[in-house]
């Protein structure tokens, strides 16, 4: 194995951070600015998308950059998980990039499970408009009175009666259903709890101007309710949609999930690094630009082994990421589950080291809205539950290692 990025992987990561530099950098504050000014709070209804998105968004599908996620080579870029993981650090510099490449979260998960899983009228009717950037779109899996940490415990269902699909149940932290481009989403729920255990689930395509879908409220992260996209809960009351929504059929839904994360996982902890190297490079510029007592301050105290540390350990993860993402390219995600589960521990935490740093070094402007150090802390610390908490992930890797010791749980 070697990790040395391909040339067509080069290329496009030397592509990306050009149209950063000159498209998104020098308007990407401005362009928060202008969220923060149209504010209402959890007032969904109220939020609109700053008209620069979609300027940018064209640029970049006119570049060629676009969707550069997806593998296929017709319908995206063709990279590999391997070829992938770098371009996406180079997005995760910034809070905003990812969107305008097509490239965010949740849409890349939703557009690979309909690009795997989806029957051909699936992805006519909502693949291609993802795809296209024209609709944005939702992961209903999270609940609120259970613990999610243990899928199995879901509680909210998705019965086949005759040709619908019924559901009801509540889910939260369904990111992105704020957003007022937010036309679709996936629903996780039960279906088969007589099946096994691993069986009993299914995904089911819902729009959301479904008869019973409603939202009722937005819930803040750290007092910020992330708009213009949001982390809704939203609860399903007698919904009914076609049995043709059903994604592979009932029962399949652990097995669309595993599939989903995987690749998930890698973007995750790869945009994580890229942020961490942005932080990185705002700790180094502040500690120079300012002195107390006599000296720089990244002179005084622990803050150039700080650095170091950051060093070493952003490189550390980036290792460990690179390697389950050659993994998946070469055995696919079920057998590089120890080395998902371990990146997904390792990226959120550096970058929330990283960060706390950072915001230490730059004193009170760390904590303000002028650099995007809380942003980056707000990311690292809610991605150490989203997709699975640590525990799980280590839990995870140890029973993995005692099975192949031949030992039980």
């Known amino acids: 194995m070697h990790f040395d990025a391909s040339a067509r992987s080069k290329d496009t990561q030397k592509r990306v951070r050009a149209f950063i530099a000159q498209h998104i950098t020098p308007i990407e504050h401005d362009y928060w600015e202008q969220v923060l000014a149209q504010r209402h709070g959890g007032d969904w209804a109220q939020w609109v998308i700053p008209p620069v ?26 990279l590999s998980v391997l070829e992938y993981a770098p371009v996406c650090e180079e997005m995760g510099k910034s809070l905003m990039a990812p969107e305008i490449f097509n490239c965010n979260a949740p849409d890349t998960g939703n557009m690979e499970v309909l690009w795997k899983y989806g029957s051909e009228a699936q992805k006519e009717q909502w693949l291609l408009p993802l795809l296209a950037g024209e609709i944005r779109s939702v992961f209903f899996m999270t609940e609120p009175e259970v613990a999610s940490s243990d899928a199995t415990n879901m509680q909210a269902t998705a019965k086949l009666e005759g040709d619908e699909v019924v559901i009801n149940g509540r889910k939260w932290w369904s990111s992105g259903v704020g957003d007022p481009r937010c036309k679709i989403g996936i629903f996780m729920g039960l279906s088969a709890p007589e099946a096994g255990r691993h069986n009993q689930h299914s995904m089911v395509l819902v729009p959301m101007d479904t008869p019973g879908v409603t939202i009722e409220r937005m819930l803040p992260v750290f007092g910020e309710f992330d708009e213009p996209h949001g982390h809704g809960e939203v609860v399903f009351r007698d919904v009914r949609v076609p049995k043709e929504n059903l994604i592979a059929g009932l029962g399949r839904g652990f097995e669309i999930a595993q599939g989903r994360l995987g690749p998930g996982r890698i973007h995750h902890c790869m945009r994580c690094l890229g942020a961490a190297e942005s932080v990185l490079d705002l700790m180094i510029k502040r500690g120079m630009s300012r002195t107390a007592f006599g000296k720089p301050v990244l002179n005084l105290g622990g803050n150039r082994e700080r650095v170091a540390d950051a060093r070493i350990a952003i490189d550390q993860a980036r290792l460990l990421t690179l390697f389950a993402a050659w993994k998946i390219d070469q055995v696919g995600a ?35 809205r002028d650099v995007p150090l809380t942003a980056f802390y707000a990311q690292a610390r809610s991605l150490r539950l989203a997709d699975g908490p640590d525990e799980v992930h280590k839990g995870v890797i140890a029973r993995i290692e005692l099975a192949k010791r031949g030992l039980g749980k």
């Open 53 to 78: 998105v979609e300027e940018l968004k064209a640029k970049a599908k006119a570049e060629g950059l676009w969707n550069l996620f997806l593998p296929d080579p017709t319908l995206g870029a063709g």
């Open 334 to 368: 079920i057998p590089a589950m120890t080395e998902i589960s371990a990146i997904k521990v390792v990226a959120p935490n550096v970058l929330q080291q990283v960060c706390d740093w950072a915001i230490q070094l730059h004193g009170g402007m760390g904590v303000s």
